[in-house]
């Protein structure tokens, strides 16, 4: 009898105790399974005299009774702790604020190239492509480049290694140091007129600081027709200028006098300088307005209110020639400008190396 007390106490302690249905389990074996407490006093009782084994009898099965459904309560509360937590690990907060998809952007450049693109698309020209890797005869040799010219230096063409055995490989390939040879691949395919703009990645063997690298972007225009002179150049580039670093027009687009601009302190103006380019004649520099002081002379532009642009001129003769059209039938102009300083000014950047770092505290700010 004392035992049986004290059996149901302690299993009763043990089921108030259980912390997850596998304790439970256990506990049900220790009591109620083969050789459990309980089933092992119930097989024990057919020893008993027949009196004692009734009371005892009677005794252990109500214990047995009463375990069971104990056990059967404590699992009930158990499964329902379970679900319950598992329904507030799957509750969705409907008001936590949402995880921001980070948006990529494109290059800085790309920006500049597209809006470059877009002004002179505007005024009719089309944007060709060409080719990084070139040969010497397109390079140099088309565009009047005489072979001694020390451009073709080792020291600043980037030369390619010939494949070993390639007899098909008569002219030398090497990284091309301009887009200018766009200018002759499309003139010998496309007969004029023509109006083309050529963006793309060249390639010079220098040393690289806050203004050079070995590899920049540059973009190349060519315009060829019947009546083409210096005029029509003067009023694209300064047409193409103002539209690229003016302010974008707000409201319907209304044509600014120049008075107008003047008033308002930011005309933008263009001049052209003699120089040399083998492959135009006459040749030129192109200098605009100073950004940085309108005109009125500063640091940025050694005071003389000018930003030197590009490099341009009238198609030389023996360009025609090499691509086997008649220069005395046909005029154009051609000119060539850094995209990389392009931006440069137009963002005001002071080191062209870092658009080539990959440094996302630069980039992220375009
Ligand atoms: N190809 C020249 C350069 O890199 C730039 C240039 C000058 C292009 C005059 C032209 C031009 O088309 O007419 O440096």
């Excluded at 998809?101 to 597209?114: A, N, Y």
């Excluded at 009719?124 to 001694?148: H, Q």
């Excluded at 192109?286 to 590009?310: F, H, I, N, P």
């Amino acid at each position: 009898m004392v035992k049986i007390i004290s059996l149901k106490k302690e299993a009763q302690k043990e089921i108030k105790k259980a912390k997850d249905l596998k304790e439970l389990d256990q506990i049900f074996k220790k009591y109620l399974g083969k050789r459990g407490k309980i089933t092992q006093i119930l097989r024990s009782l057919k020893k008993l005299k027949k009196e004692t084994r009734i009371k005892i009898g009677k005794e252990a099965n109500l214990l047995k009774k009463i375990v069971e459904e104990n056990i059967r309560e404590k699992a009930e509360k158990l499964k329902e702790k379970a679900r319950a937590e598992i329904l507030k690990k799957e509750q969705i907060d409907v008001t936590v604020p949402g995880k921001k998809v980070i948006l990529g952007h494109l290059h800085p450049l790309t920006q500049i190239q597209r809006k470059v693109e877009e002004v002179f698309q505007s005024m009719g020209f089309s944007v060709v492509e060409g080719p990084e890797i070139e040969t010497e005869w397109y390079n140099f040799d088309a565009l009047n480049i005489p072979k001694d010219h020390p451009a073709r230096d080792f020291w600043n063409t980037l030369w390619l290694k010939k494949a070993t055995g390639d007899r098909r490989q008569e002219t030398r390939l090497l990284l091309r140091t301009h887009t200018s040879p766009v200018q002759v691949r499309f003139m010998g395919k496309n007969p004029p007129p023509l109006r083309i703009i050529v963006p793309g990645r060249v390639f010079r063997h220098e040393a690289t600081d806050a203004s050079h690298e070995v590899n920049f972007y540059q973009i190349e225009g060519l315009m060829v027709d019947k009546n083409i002179s210096v005029a029509n150049f003067k009023a694209i580039i300064q047409k193409f200028f103002k539209k690229f670093f003016g302010k974008p027009a707000r409201g319907p687009l209304r044509p600014r006098s120049e008075a107008s601009e003047a008033r308002q302190g930011r005309p933008i103006k263009i001049r052209l300088r003699p120089s040399y380019f083998p492959f135009t004649e006459p040749s030129f520099e192109v200098d605009m307005t100073c950004l940085t002081c309108r005109g009125k002379g500063c640091s940025a532009c050694q005071r003389t209110g000018w930003m030197e642009m590009m490099g341009a001129g009238m198609v030389h003769p023996n360009v025609f020639k090499a691509v086997g059209l008649n220069p005395k039938d046909w005029q154009g102009f051609a000119f060539g400008m850094g995209l990389d300083r392009l931006a440069m000014m137009k963002y005001k950047i002071n080191d062209i190396r870092l658009f080539y770092s990959g440094d996302l505290r630069f980039l992220n700010q375009f």
